[in-house]
């Protein structure tokens, strides 16, 4: 004879269950990784659309900005469309170059999608990011339409178990979580 299964109590038929059974969320992961400009360059340091004046240059036909590229590519895994690669490398060869424009493509895509919150995590033994981190919270939640609140910045030197960590390059991860609206 088999064992009777009782129905769980949980969850509740409420407001709550039933508004939280009708949220969608989806999650999409980014990366990017560029080298330091090796000798002289007349191009700065761009990090979230900001730019920083105590570290060299990133290589890269645009302005390499790594957190933006990380975004981008993270708000790729949730529309599926690849704004990195094929499109940025189009607007490159029409020479626009500021990483800003092609967040503005991947955030096109979106559609009735409403990013909630946003988590870069940059390993690099220079610039010192720390210092940095509230103006680059602000920077992309401007850029991305959401608080500041919503925007977290974490960074590591890695211990120089890598060439970011040994200070040739930036690499960035990003994870996005976006609802339905």
């Not at 469309?81 to 493509?105: F, H, M, N, W």
Request: charged share 20%.
């Amino acid at each position: 004879m088999l064992p009777t299964v009782s129905k769980p109590r949980w969850p509740r038929k409420n407001a709550f269950s039933r508004r939280f059974k009708s949220v969608k969320v989806k999650t999409g992961i980014g990366l990017d990784s560029h080298r330091f400009v090796e000798g002289a360059s007349d191009r700065s340091l761009v990090l979230g659309g900001l730019v920083f004046e105590d570290a060299p240059a990133l290589a890269g036909n645009s302005d390499a900005d790594v957190i933006l590229h990380a975004v981008t590519d993270a708000i790729s895994g949730v529309t599926g469309r690849t704004v990195i690669g094929a499109v940025a490398d189009a607007l490159c060869q029409q020479g626009i170059t500021d990483s800003k424009a092609y967040l503005k493509v991947a955030l096109e895509d979106l559609g009735d999608w409403q990013i909630s919150h946003v988590s870069v995590a940059l390993e690099c033994l220079r610039p010192k990011i720390d210092p940095k981190v509230p103006a680059l919270r602000a920077s992309l939640a401007e850029l991305l339409g959401i608080e500041p609140g919503d925007v977290c910045i974490t960074a590591t030197t890695g211990e120089g178990l890598n060439d970011c960590g040994r200070g040739l390059g930036i690499h960035a991860s990003a994870v996005v979580t976006v609802v339905q609206v």
